[in-house]
């Protein structure tokens, strides 16, 4: 496998469920980012890790927890999701240094709260 | 506050013709510049940056050229093609709390017709 891998692809939950979205990537990245795509809305940053270390993002509601257990691979725990948390969650990682940084992303979870 | 700004929508444009997609930044501490190109339900992936130190990259068809004292950059298509038919980001990297967030423009969704 090469790149970044979300899995799983397509998710369908209840709004008293939890479920977790893994991500993993190939790439020897240092750092690792949850993004949120809505329809109609910019790419919203959810959070990022560095070298393992949570950069916290406060405008995300705690229904959402990352976990970061190494350099190559995220998780994002889901519970008590609400209808509005519907939409792509796409994982992404950076070689994480000054210069041409460029960001790879992952195909995306596409998730359905019911 | 949108430090990235693409103020068009979508734009339609002829197979074989150029297609000229803009983005508007506010922030003179950006130094690296990225564009990316989404298809429905995958995740977005790097087509070409540009280093504030040039005002132009190629890349084959693609090219992006950067006016730093207007805060503007540009990506040209030449001959735009339908697989070309995306959404396309432009973005930049900013340094946060020691590592690097990176903020993305709205998208502008280009049709090539043929």
């Known amino acids: 496998e090469t790149g970044v891998t979300q899995t799983p692809r397509h998710l369908v939950m209840g709004m008293t469920n939890k479920k977790s979205l893994k991500c993993e990537q190939h790439?020897?990245?240092?750092?690792m980012y949850w993004y949120k795509q809505s329809a109609k809305k910019p790419l919203e940053l959810m959070f990022v890790?560095?070298?393992?270390?949570?950069?916290e993002n406060n405008s995300v509601p705690s229904r959402f927890s990352p976990e970061c257990p190494n350099s190559s691979h995220l998780f994002l725990h889901l519970h008590t999701l609400q209808p509005e948390d519907s939409a792509l969650y796409l994982c992404?990682?950076?070689?994480?240094?000054?210069?041409?940084?460029?960001?790879?992303f992952g195909a995306g979870s596409r998730l359905t709260v019911l | 506050d949108q430090q990235v700004k693409q103020n068009s929508p979508s734009l339609s444009v002829q197979e074989g013709r150029i297609s000229i997609l803009n983005c508007d930044y506010t922030?003179?501490?950006?130094?690296?510049f990225l564009w990316y190109k989404k298809y429905p339900a995958e995740g977005p992936t790097f087509l070409i940056s540009?280093?504030?130190?040039?005002d132009k990259n190629e890349d084959g068809r693609f090219t992006v050229f950067l006016n730093k004292s207007a805060k503007h950059l540009s990506l040209h298509i030449v001959p735009s093609q339908p697989g070309d038919s995306a959404v396309y980001f432009c973005?930049?990297?900013?340094?946060?709390?020691?590592?690097?967030?990176?903020?993305f423009g709205t998208g502008t969704r280009l049709k090539v017709l043929a």
């Open positions: 992404a990682s950076s070689p994480d240094r000054a210069g041409a940084n460029v960001l790879t």
């Open positions: 790439l020897g990245h240092n750092a």
């Open positions: 890790y560095s070298l393992e270390e949570r950069v």
């Open positions: 922030n003179s501490m950006f130094d690296y």
């Open positions: 540009i280093s504030s130190i040039k």
């Open positions: 973005a930049a990297p900013s340094r946060f709390s020691g590592t690097y967030k990176y903020i």
